[in-house]
């Protein structure tokens, strides 16, 4: 699937980006490895679109078994950027749960429990959300938390999966979510469930000032037309929120 069904729905997407604005671009296009995961493996981002704009940030995978966000970053990674949009993406902050399938890193740490914002302790490795030993212990948290505070993303969208909800939010924050619902087809209902304590997009929200951030719950399955959707959506989002900034 991401290699012809993606080039297909990336091309639908290239497209009709333009709708999003006058010009946009596939200049600027360039790629850094931010950090090392547990195992060695590079945590990649890739800098596209226009320097100085609305900064937009999308994490493909945290969860290593929740990998189907990779589909959405490989066709962001081709698409034409409308102007005035500053697009960073992380394809995987995990690419050793990845590599084996799992939920956690290589350390058995739940990287969405490890963020240092309200961490908490929780579990043991064999648990499904082990915290980890300290806040941001793991390096690949570190490199993200790093990463983060350098570029200053005024919008962070982190993939999950299976639940298929967006959790409802208010003020632009809400507004924002709303049109990545419609657009992308994926329900507003509250996210419940779990021990949310370290959580990534809560610790961006409340690190940034002026900053907004929030989990796209994909289904179990996403097909070529649905990541095209959600790719669609992101620029959207990061467009209307540039409209907002310049108002």
Request: proline share 4%; no cysteine; charged share 20%.
């Amino acid at each position: 699937m991401r290699l012809t069904a993606l080039a297909i729905a990336g091309s639908l997407l290239l497209a009709s980006a333009g709708s999003a604005s006058a010009a946009p671009t596939r200049a600027n296009s360039e790629m850094r490895i931010i950090g090392k995961s547990v195992e060695g493996r590079d945590i990649e981002a890739y800098h596209r679109g226009t320097k100085g704009g609305t900064v937009v940030l999308v994490i493909g995978v945290i969860h290593g078994d929740e990998d189907a966000g990779l589909d959405i970053v490989e066709i962001l990674k081709a698409a034409a950027i409308p102007t005035g949009v500053d697009l960073w993406l992380v394809p995987s902050m995990n690419p050793d749960g990845v590599a084996r399938q799992i939920r956690k890193n290589a350390n058995g740490v739940d990287l969405n429990r490890n963020f240092p914002y309200r961490w908490g302790k929780i579990g043991k490795p064999s648990s499904w959300q082990y915290a980890g030993t300290s806040r941001a212990s793991e390096p690949e948290t570190q490199a993200m938390v790093k990463f983060i505070r350098e570029i200053k993303p005024d919008l962070g969208i982190w993939f999950h999966q299976d639940l298929n909800i967006i959790s409802p939010g208010k003020g632009i924050d809400g507004k924002l979510r709303s049109r990545y619902s419609r657009l992308s087809g994926i329900p507003l209902k509250r996210i419940t469930g779990g021990t949310y304590t370290g959580v990534a997009a809560t610790w961006q929200r409340s690190t940034l000032a002026n900053a907004y951030a929030f989990v796209v719950e994909l289904g179990p399955t996403l097909s070529s037309a649905q990541a095209a959707l959600n790719a669609k959506a992101i620029l959207d989002a990061a467009v209307f929120l540039g409209s907002l900034k310049r108002k």
